[in-house]
């Protein structure tokens, strides 16, 4: 059957209307439904399954490390919220207030949670006494709540699901080795396991976290060439501990004040998920996160034994998530519902597979189909998921690496702003002013901040002064 004569409804091209196609997949594809809740998405069980499986993998890298999970409130009063002042104002536009309780009107205003910094630092400072208690490395999975003004399913939502790490450590540099190493986690976590490839930096003055001191992102590259800061991982020195009186004795029993954490990854990667890896055709989902890798589609299954035959070959696969599709609808309208949902790998097994010992593979990334033998199928199989994997990486690293641009002057970078969807790398002097002018006149914005040594003759893409920074630029989601 071709690709004209599948007989569900189309998506629409994304090379005709790249938003209409992401809106159509996440709809089609069954990932959400719309909520009667402004910016509110419903997760329906297969896009929930999705973010169950990221959740899985980040979670054993966590634990690995000597993470812990807790949970907080989902309120925090507005006396706590106040407490750091960059951290207030940094969220102020987007809070949502609880100011009533049944038939109670509050003495003190709610805030349902944008953020936990708060919260862990009220429990910090009562818990932390003597470096024995250091570090504390909690994390906690939950939805959090900010009034977006215009939303989009995943990429900006009211209310999203994700899980924000909080550490305390006894001293700077333990501080700092945490953020870098959970920011290589996140890279780990998006090629090992989403196979999209990502460029780490550190953010701006301007882009950084509210009451961070500095702020390090992943940024991926989209199908269309925009990007996406895929996760962020957070260094706040000492600020909200002199804020919130979180301090410890020390070994030499003089008393200091803790260095902080933040860092979170959301539901956000699934919306990158679909922009790096999807086609005309729906989803294409890397195995390792595929809530499903092998679909079994029956073929001729009103014939004696094929039944039998695709249940005895999904036992063969039970290293695997596999589902067998036996449904009574025709198999063409199997093989396209499963394509739109991304399942790595197909098989298909009829009365000819049978009488062969073997069955049909159909990669999802590629279309392409191969023979395989019924002996041995679970190391086949195995061999295919893994091939998958590295040309779906491949294929989106090759994107990110031929959209990269470079730019010494003005007028070069503007041109290459407007004509070539991608990253530009340019230099700055690290003026807010010149930042804006970028942002005011092209709608790029500074991605990150890329760690180099060729400073020396460099000047800065808007202003022509002595640049301090080399800087990687782009349109953003």
């Known amino acids: 059957m071709t690709k004209k004569e599948k007989r569900v409804e189309q998506i629409t091209s994304r090379d005709v209307d790249f938003s209409q196609w992401y809106t159509d997949i996440v709809v089609k594809a069954e990932l959400i439904s719309y909520s009667p809740v402004r910016g509110c998405m419903i997760l329906r069980p297969y896009g929930f399954a999705i973010w169950?499986?990221?959740?899985?993998?980040?979670?054993?890298?966590?634990?690995?490390?000597g993470h812990e999970n807790v949970a907080m409130p989902l309120f925090i009063p507005e006396s706590l919220l106040q407490k750091e002042k960059d951290h207030v104002e940094g969220f102020a536009p987007e809070v949502a207030w609880v100011t009533q309780?049944?038939?109670?009107?509050?003495?003190?205003?709610?805030?349902?949670?944008?953020?936990?910094?708060?919260?862990?630092?009220?429990?910090?400072?009562?818990?932390?006494?003597?470096?024995?208690?250091?570090?504390?490395?909690?994390?906690?999975?939950?939805?959090?709540?900010?009034?977006?003004?215009?939303t989009r399913p995943f990429l900006r939502t009211t209310e999203f699901f994700w899980q924000e790490g909080h550490t305390a450590h006894a001293d700077e540099a333990e501080a700092r080795e945490e953020t870098l190493r959970i920011l290589n986690m996140y890279e780990d976590l998006y090629r090992d396991v989403m196979a999209i490839p990502v460029i780490k930096g550190r953010k701006s003055d301007k882009e950084k976290f509210a009451g961070a001191r500095e702020t390090y992102t992943v940024e991926a590259m989209m199908h269309d060439g925009k990007a996406?800061?895929?996760?962020?991982?957070?260094?706040?020195?000492?600020?909200?501990?002199?804020?919130?009186?979180?301090?410890?004795?020390?070994?030499?029993?003089?008393?200091?004040?803790?260095?902080?954490?933040?860092?979170?990854?959301?539901?956000?990667?699934?919306?990158?998920?679909?922009?790096?890896?999807?086609?005309?055709?729906?989803?294409?989902?890397?195995?390792?996160?595929?809530?499903?890798?092998?679909?079994?589609?029956?073929?001729?299954?009103?014939?004696?034994?094929?039944?039998?035959?695709?249940?005895?070959?999904?036992e063969s696969?039970?290293?695997?998530?596999?589902?067998?599709?036996?449904?009574?609808?025709?198999?063409?309208?199997?093989?396209?519902?499963?394509?739109?949902?991304?399942?790595?790998?197909?098989?298909?097994?009829?009365?000819?597979?049978?009488?062969?010992?073997?069955?049909?593979?159909?990669?999802?990334?590629?279309?392409?189909?191969?023979?395989?033998?019924?002996?041995?199928?679970?190391?086949?199989?195995?061999?295919?998921?893994?091939?998958?994997?590295?040309?779906?990486l491949s294929e989106a690293t090759e994107l990110l690496n031929k959209s990269q641009y470079e730019a010494a002057d003005w007028v070069t970078f503007t041109d290459l702003i407007a004509g070539k969807p991608g990253f530009v790398h340019a230099y700055w002097c690290g003026s807010e002013d010149c930042e804006a002018k970028v942002k005011d006149e092209t709608q790029a914005t500074s991605r990150?901040?890329?760690?180099?040594?060729?400073?020396?003759?460099?000047?800065c893409v808007v202003c022509g002064e002595p640049a301090n920074h080399l800087v990687i630029w782009g349109k953003a989601y």
């Open 52 to 65: 169950e499986r990221l959740q899985a993998e980040f979670d054993r890298m966590l634990k690995a490390t």
């Open 101 to 150: 309780g049944g038939d109670e009107v509050l003495s003190e205003r709610l805030v349902i949670r944008p953020t936990s910094e708060t919260l862990f630092c009220a429990h910090y400072a009562e818990t932390i006494e003597s470096w024995r208690d250091l570090p504390k490395l909690y994390n906690q999975w939950c939805s959090v709540v900010r009034w977006e003004k215009s």
């Open 228 to 314: 996406l800061q895929a996760a962020t991982s957070h260094y706040f020195g000492d600020g909200f501990a002199k804020a919130f009186d979180i301090t410890f004795t020390d070994r030499n029993n003089e008393l200091k004040y803790v260095h902080q954490t933040s860092w979170g990854i959301s539901t956000r990667s699934i919306g990158g998920l679909i922009m790096v890896h999807g086609d005309d055709d729906g989803l294409r989902l890397p195995p390792r996160i595929a809530p499903v890798q092998i679909v079994i589609v029956p073929v001729a299954m009103h014939k004696p034994g094929v039944l039998d035959a695709a249940h005895a070959l999904k």
């Open 317 to 392: 696969l039970s290293d695997y998530r596999v589902k067998i599709d036996d449904t009574d609808k025709m198999p063409g309208w199997k093989f396209a519902e499963h394509e739109m949902k991304g399942v790595p790998l197909r098989l298909e097994i009829g009365p000819r597979d049978i009488e062969n010992n073997a069955c049909l593979a159909v990669r999802r990334d590629t279309g392409e189909k191969q023979v395989l033998p019924l002996d041995n199928i679970a190391e086949a199989a195995g061999r295919l998921l893994e091939a998958i994997h590295s040309s779906m």
């Open 448 to 459: 990150c901040l890329v760690e180099t040594d060729k400073l020396d003759g460099r000047t």
